[in-house]
């Protein structure tokens, strides 16, 4: 009996010092890195300095490449000033136990990566290739599809905090190309007194169009909204607070609309896949010259006919006398507040993180994380990857009971 109770003391001692071990280990260990977007037309990144602040008050380490935020106005000054290790190289950020960036990585840049790491960065569905799979997968990379990633709620945070800046920016871009200075049809947008009012015609009705409307709508333009779900339109009538033309996509109704349109918005979202063409090319040369087009969804391509992906750099063209815009990352037009924006989603999301030790328990405790995981430890883990590569998948729930 006295054996039994000097083994279980003994027991009660040690846990203790054990556990109190691993936690101190595990965050020294995490570091998150900040490589420098390489992509011209890219401005924005994933923290901003005091993000970073708070990340290394609360013990965690952050690594920054050079010049990092220079495109959304944070100096490496200001960087080195809230915690966070400058490095000049972009290995060095890359050798992070997690990596966040904006961009999808190259080859080259995964090539840096530490086996085992955790990358953070929108997927870009149409820009990828099965190339980009192998190589995370050859270093075992757990790859985390921002676009993906869904809150406690269902919603989709980083989509819906892009997709107001978005909404909100795309008026103001219409406005610039009505403008005779940018050859357009030199009309204001929206409407003074004794003028009819400008005539915008938005497709789609989620969270773009619900801003783009507010915009319109506040500088007094007349809006119609189309989508293929009345939820959807009713949704939209409702957040507006007023009565706005709202109609489901038919090719009459669209069509008469467009042609009396200053300003087209496509806004639909895609589901399981690329996104449906609602308007052709016969729609759109029937629209009034010096009409501008802007192609919001171009991404995940495009929901107009005559649509294609431009540039930052070369924003437009020149279909049938109209005007088309169709940048895919119109929120690095304003990357100081998209930074911003996504930098207070993901900032709790690293904090979180590095409580549970790590990338691995997250995807483990929270399904809402686990939505954007798309490779895990040498497996792809999307079943929409899996087809549109011609790939074998292995389901990530099934991973994790293995694992644990």
Not at 162 to 171: F, R
Not at 313 to 333: D, L, M, W
């Amino acid at each position: 009996m006295a054996y039994s109770m000097v083994d279980v003391s003994e027991t009660v001692e040690i846990l203790p010092k054990e556990a109190s071990a691993k936690v101190k280990k595990s965050k020294g260990d995490f570091v998150i890195g900040i490589p420098k977007e390489i992509d011209s037309q890219e401005k924005r990144v994933l923290l901003t300095p005091e993000a970073v602040r708070l990340l290394t008050n609360n013990g965690l380490k952050v690594v920054v490449e050079t010049e990092a935020g220079k495109k959304s106005k944070f100096e490496d000054k200001d960087y080195s000033d809230a915690g966070a290790k400058v490095v000049y190289s972009a290995k060095e950020a890359f050798e992070s136990e997690v990596i966040l960036k904006v961009e999808p990585p190259t080859i080259e840049e995964i090539e840096f990566m530490q086996p085992g790491s955790c990358l953070i960065s929108a997927l870009q569905l149409g820009r990828q290739s099965a190339d980009y799979i192998h190589a995370l997968n050859s270093k075992r990379i757990t790859a985390v599809s921002f676009e993906n990633l869904e809150d406690k709620v269902g919603g989709m945070p980083v989509v819906r905090a892009m997709s107001e800046i978005a909404g909100s920016t795309v008026m103001l871009v219409a406005s610039e190309y009505l403008s005779s200075v940018n050859d357009g049809k030199g009309l204001i947008l929206g409407g003074v007194t004794g003028v009819p009012p400008t005539q915008v015609v938005i497709i789609g009705a989620g969270t773009v169009a619900e801003y783009a409307a507010r915009t319109a709508l506040g500088l007094g333009a007349n809006i119609k909204v189309f989508d293929n779900h009345i939820y959807k339109l009713r949704r939209i009538k409702q957040l507006l607070g007023q009565q706005v033309f709202t109609s489901t996509i038919d090719n009459i109704t669209l069509a008469q609309a467009l042609k009396e349109a200053d300003v087209v918005i496509g806004a639909l979202r895609a589901e399981k896949g690329r996104n449906k063409i609602v308007v052709t090319e016969e729609m759109v040369a029937a629209m009034m010259p010096g009409s501008i087009i802007i192609d919001v969804s171009i991404d995940q391509g495009g929901c107009i006919e005559t649509a294609e992906m431009t540039s930052h750099s070369e924003p437009t063209f020149k279909k049938h006398e109209i005007i088309h815009y169709c940048v895919p990352n119109i929120a690095s037009r304003v990357s100081r507040t998209a930074s911003v924006a996504l930098s207070n989603i993901f900032t709790p999301i690293l904090l979180q993180m590095a409580d549970l030790k790590g990338a691995e328990e997250m995807i483990f405790n929270y399904k809402w994380f686990m939505k954007g995981v798309y490779t895990y430890r040498g497996s792809l883990t999307n079943a929409h990857l899996a087809r549109k590569f011609a790939m074998t998948h292995k389901e990530l729930q099934l991973l994790l009971a293995a694992r644990y």
